[in-house]
Nanobody
C-alpha cells in the first residue's frame, strides 16, 4: 500500500509563490511516476504536472507552463510543486498522485492519491 501526504498549501496573494510537497510512503512503495492535479469548486479534476521517478522527464498543462515547476527528491520519496506568479484562477485543492496507467493527463488513470491541500490565491 502507498500513502501520499501533502503539505504546504495556504493563502497567498496574486503574484506570490507557494511550494506544495508530497511525501510518499508505504510497505509496498515502488518507484512510480508522480503527478499533481487540482480541482476547483464546480470543476473537474485537472492535470497540472507530472514527473518521472528519475526526474528526467517533466510534463505540464499549458496554463501553468513557465510558472510552475515540478521536481522530485527520490532519496526521500518526495515530490514538489513550486508555484510562482500565482493567479486567482490557480485557486483549487491540489492533489498529489502516483502510478498512472494509460493517459497520465486523466485523473481516473492514476492509482494513488493524497488527501489534497488547499491553495487559495487572493485578488
Amino acid at each position: 500500500q502507498v500513502q501520499l501526504v501533502e503539505s504546504g498549501g495556504g493563502l497567498v496573494q496574486t503574484g506570490g509563490s507557494l511550494r506544495v510537497s508530497c511525501a510518499a510512503s508505504g510497505r509496498t512503495f515502488s518507484n512510480y511516476p508522480m503527478g499533481w492535479f487540482r480541482q476547483a469548486p464546480g470543476k473537474e479534476r485537472e492535470f497540472v504536472a507530472a514527473i518521472t521517478w528519475s526526474g528526467g522527464n517533466t510534463f505540464y498543462t499549458a496554463s501553468v507552463k513557465g510558472r510552475f515547476t515540478i521536481s522530485i527528491d527520490n532519496t526521500i520519496n518526495t515530490v514538489y510543486l513550486q508555484m510562482n506568479s500565482l493567479k486567482p484562477e490557480d485557486t483549487a485543492v491540489y492533489y498529489c498522485a502516483a502510478d498512472p496507467d494509460g493517459d497520465y493527463t486523466k485523473h481516473v488513470d492514476w492509482h494513488y492519491w493524497g488527501q489534497g491541500t488547499q491553495v487559495t490565491v487572493s485578488s
